[in-house]
C-alpha cells in the first residue's frame, strides 16, 4: 500500500517505521522544519508541507494514496486533513488521530473518518483486555458505531469450550476473525476448537455485541 502520515512526532514516526518494515510505500508529511528528521525512519518518503492545504496534497500526490492517517497532535488539523482526502482526493481509507477525549463525536464519516483512534479509548480497551476474563471489551470502532473490533477471553466454564467453531451458533452481523492463544495468532477453522483462555476476536455490529457474549459465555 501507498501510505501518507501527516504529523511526523512520535505517533506518526512509530506508524510510519512499522509499516515501512511490513513492506509497505509511506509518505510522512510535517509543516515545521525541526520536526523533519528523514534519518528517524529512512526508508520513508518525508516532505515538508502543510496538510490542511488542498495545493500541497495535490502536489504530494495523495489521490494515489490507499490510506492516509491524520496523526498529527492537533484535533483541527486531523479533521480537515480527514475532510480533504475523502471529498477531494476520493482516498479510499482514513484514519486519525483523536487528541482531546471531547472532540471524540466530530470524527465522524461527515468529516471523512473511516476509523478513528482515541489514545485513552484504546489504553482504556488495552487495559480492560489484560485483566477481564469473561467478558467482552471493544477495542475499536469502524465506520462510526456500525461495526466494532470486540474481544472476549474464554473462561474454562464456556458452554463451548472444547468444542469446533462450526459449532458455534453466532448470530448475524457477526464473524470470528482471529483466536489468540498464549504467542499464537490462528487464523480460525470451522474444524479449530477453542479452548479455555482463548482470546476471541470479533468483527460485529453494536446490535449484536451482547447476543455474541451470551452465546459465548452461556449467559
Keep these: ?7 511526523a512526532g512520535n505517533v506518526g514516526r512509530s506508524i510510519a517505521q512499522e509499516l ?9 508529511i510535517e509543516r515545521l522544519p525541526k520536526m523533519l528528521r528523514p534519518e528517524r525512519v529512512p526508508a520513508a518518503e518525508w516532505a515538508l508541507a502543510d ?6 496534497l495535490q502536489e504530494l500526490d495523495i489521490a494515489s494514496c490507499d490510506v492516509v492517517v491524520a496523526a498529527t ?10 475532510l480533504l482526502a475523502k471529498t477531494e482526493f476520493a482516498v479510499a481509507r482514513v484514519v486519525a488521530r483523536v487528541n482531546r477525549a ?3 463525536w466530530l470524527f465522524t464519516e461527515q468529516w471523512g473518518v473511516d476509523v478513528s ?6 489504553m482504556a480497551a488495552l487495559v480492560e483486555e489484560a485483566v477481564t476474563v469473561g467478558d467482552l471489551v471493544r477495542l475499536m470502532t469502524f465506520r462510526q458505531g456500525e461495526a466494532n473490533l470486540v474481544e472476549i477471553t ?5 458452554p463451548y469450550v472444547g468444542r469446533p467453531v462450526r459449532e458455534i451458533p453466532l448470530p448475524p452481523d457477526s464473524a470470528l476473525v482471529a483466536i489468540v492463544r498464549g504467542r ?17 476476536i470479533f468483527v460485529c455490529t453494536t446490535a449484536v455485541e451482547e447476543q455474541v457474549r451470551a452465546t459465548l459465555l452461556g449467559v
Design 154 to 158: 474464554l473462561p474454562p466454564t464456556a
Design 51 to 56: 496538510a490542511c492545504e488542498l495545493s500541497s
Design 20 to 28: 515501512v518494515e511490513n513492506g509497505h510505500q509511506v509518505l510522512l
Design 117 to 122: 483512534v482515541s489514545k485513552p479509548r484504546l
Design 73 to 82: 497532535g492537533d484535533d483541527k488539523v486531523n479533521l480537515v486533513l480527514s
Design 184 to 200: 499464537r495468532v490462528i487464523a480460525p477453522s470451522p474444524d479449530d476448537p477453542i479452548e479455555p483462555g482463548d482470546e476471541l
Design 1 to 7: 500500500m501507498r501510505v501518507a502520515i501527516a504529523g
Design 102 to 104: 471531547e472532540n471524540e
